[in-house]
């Protein structure tokens, strides 16, 4: 495990060199090859002036640079004390007009919900940073490309799912991911703190913007306002002659009203907001690609490394506590539950939860532990990198059968009461944290310099996969599955009142129930169906999936408060 330079100097080899932002410096970054000049557009520095001098000397520390990147930056970016790079280039014209684009689309699409709508809007937001990106001299990378598909992805979680807490989560980590493929970056910080990078362009990038547009118009205001003008008067003539048409042809009619949503005089004001945050996210976006902010150039100070004794002792006494732990465990898997039930006095549910908690924040403190260990336990020898290999690789080891442990209660304690939200998010967390703990065991072997990125990625993976397997349908299905195997014993358990709180997601396997069952379960899901009218764009699969099962097979009239409750209690307490 010595190879893991998550927070010393032993890593400084793979940190950005001054001046190349977040470099692959091209070989030979020092010569007069006419591929290192920087674009008029990025650098406007006189001869001789103290920038230029700059320039040049960072032109000769960059030379023989190879490190992968996620961009190339302009190889002679000046090294500032500063993480921010010099001013961008002016806004390119294609810039302001896919910046335009994502404005009206946020006008005309995000008053209504989250669904198809967002990729729609992500479209024109990410042209307008790519031109950014390219006006500044930059081009992206593999692991650029990684995190921007990465992002659109996770926007069509809200497109098939109607869950709101699996959309959310979806969309976090798709801003997450957006603002890395912006700022790039290899190490620890740069993805830590790239996903808050773009907050800073949001003053910055309306500025830059308007910059951009008075030179485009000629740099006075009179330009400015005929621009104003003309898009204002193509507006009017849009509204004008599209209503006419309307209301000559039905079928014109129709086809506009589930195209174009609601532009009411009553929303006017919600739309002009949703406009100017659509302006206003663009340009903060482009602003962060044509000069983002250079976490790579964070350096976390190194720890003091440690005598054998003073970090291996303790380390190799958790380990031997991990040990009996897990023979303890390996005892009970083989041996049954039921003597140690009857020894500690608990029921098997108690059991299952006890354990479950405990040993997720066991798996949480190991990570701590291997952090401050490779912290401070030398590597200057031979001999101390075998060691630390063997202590953390054991520790490693170990900490993944308490993983498996924790499922495995996890997994008792839903055979005793059912799957939840809760329920399942926790066991996602701690398989991911499994995962985590192989990949610091392969940085052991093959080198941690992919760490950080691949660590970023898996979570982003995580979030995908767990919203595309739908948590509530998954929550749903488990639960009828249980309530199947359990009537067979003649004594059905179900909680009714927990599955009529679950998203049209959970429709699909909620419809497999038997009357009256399956209609008092979806009477409030069939409400909520009835009450909304989203169009197109902000309407999920699985909503549009459960109106027409729904459509089908109506939830049943007779299935009414009192008849549901009943039937509630007694399968709760059977």
């Keep these: 495990m010595s190879d893991i330079p998550s927070t010393s100097k032993q890593g400084e080899q793979e940190t950005a060199r001054p001046g190349e932002g977040e470099p692959d410096a091209p070989e030979g970054a020092g010569s007069s090859d006419p591929q290192d000049a920087v674009p008029e557009s990025v650098s406007r520095s006189a001869p001789g002036s103290p920038r230029a001098v700059a320039k040049s000397a960072v ?17 002679d970016v000046p090294w500032l004390p500063e993480l921010q790079v010099e001013a961008p280039a002016p806004v390119r014209t294609a810039t302001l007009w896919a910046v335009l684009a994502t ?17 729609l809007i992500a479209i024109p937001a990410s042209l307008a940073a ?28 809200p497109a098939l799912r109607d869950a709101g807490w699996p959309s959310f989560l979806a969309v976090v980590a798709a801003v997450a991911l957006g603002s890395m493929a912006l700022h790039g970056g290899r190490t620890w910080p740069a993805v830590l703190l790239g996903p808050i990078g773009v907050l800073n362009s949001l003053v910055t990038g309306p500025t830059w913007g308007w910059r951009g547009l008075r030179e485009r118009s000629g740099g006075t205001r009179g330009n400015v306002g005929a621009v104003l003008r003309a898009l204002a008067v193509t507006v009017v003539l849009l509204l004008v002659f ?44 482009s602003h962060t690609a044509a000069a983002p902010i250079q976490w790579d150039r964070v350096e976390v100070p190194a720890g003091r490394p440690r005598g054998r004794v003073e970090w291996a002792l303790p380390l190799i006494v958790l380990i031997g506590l991990f040990a009996a732990f897990n023979a303890v465990q390996l005892a009970v898997l083989f041996g049954g539950y039921d003597a140690v039930l009857e020894k500690t006095g608990q029921t098997y549910a108690d059991y299952a939860r006890q354990g479950f908690w405990q040993l997720l924040l066991v798996t949480l403190l190991t990570l701590l532990v291997i952090v401050f260990a490779l912290r401070w336990a030398p590597r200057d020898s031979g001999g101390d990198r075998k060691l630390v290999r063997g202590v953390l690789g054991t520790l490693c080891a170990l900490a993944l059968v308490v993983v498996a442990s924790a499922v495995r209660r996890m997994d008792m304690y839903v055979d005793a009461y059912g799957l939840t ?11 991911w944290l499994g995962l985590v703990i192989v990949l610091i065991m392969a940085a052991g072997v093959w080198g941690a310099r992919w760490l950080p990125r ?16 739908s948590p509530d349908g998954l929550i749903a299905e ?38 009256p069952l399956r209609s008092c379960a979806l009477r409030f899901i069939a409400a909520d169906l009835e009450g909304g009218d989203a169009p197109w764009y902000a309407t999920s699969w699985g909503e549009a999936r459960a109106r027409d099962i729904l459509r089908d097979r109506p939830v049943a009239k007779d299935a009414d408060g009192s008849t549901c409750y009943e039937l509630s209690d007694d399968l709760m307490y059977r």
């Excluded at 691949?454 to 397997?469: N, R």
Aim: proline share 2%; hydrophobic share 55%; glycine share 12%.
């Design 242 to 285: 599209g209503a006419l048409f309307a209301s000559a042809d039905a079928a014109f009619a129709d086809l506009l009203g589930d195209l174009v949503p609601d532009t009411s005089v009553s929303g006017g004001p919600w739309r002009l907001l949703l406009l100017l945050l659509g302006l206003v996210g663009a340009l903060a976006v």
């Design 103 to 119: 404005g009206l689309l946020s006008m005309l699409l995000l008053g209504d919900g989250l669904a198809l709508n967002l990729v």
């Design 454 to 469: 691949v660590v970023a990625a898996s979570a982003a993976a995580g979030v995908l996969a767990f919203g595309l397997v």
């Design 478 to 515: 488990r639960n009828v599955q249980r309530y199947e195997d359990t009537s067979k014993e003649g004594a059905g358990k179900f909680d009714l009142s927990y599955a009529q709180g679950l998203s049209a997601d959970a429709v699909l396997a909620l419809d497999a129930l038997e009357e």
């Design 421 to 431: 939200r809760l329920r399942v998010s926790v066991v996602a967390v701690e398989l």
């Design 130 to 157: 790519y031109f950014a990106a390219v006006a500044a001299g930059r081009r992206p990378h593999a692991w650029a490309l990684v995190w921007g598909l990465g992002g659109m992805a996770l926007l069509f979680v």
């Design 59 to 75: 032109r000769g520390d960059a030379a023989g640079d190879d490190e992968d990147t996620d961009w190339d930056h302009p190889s």
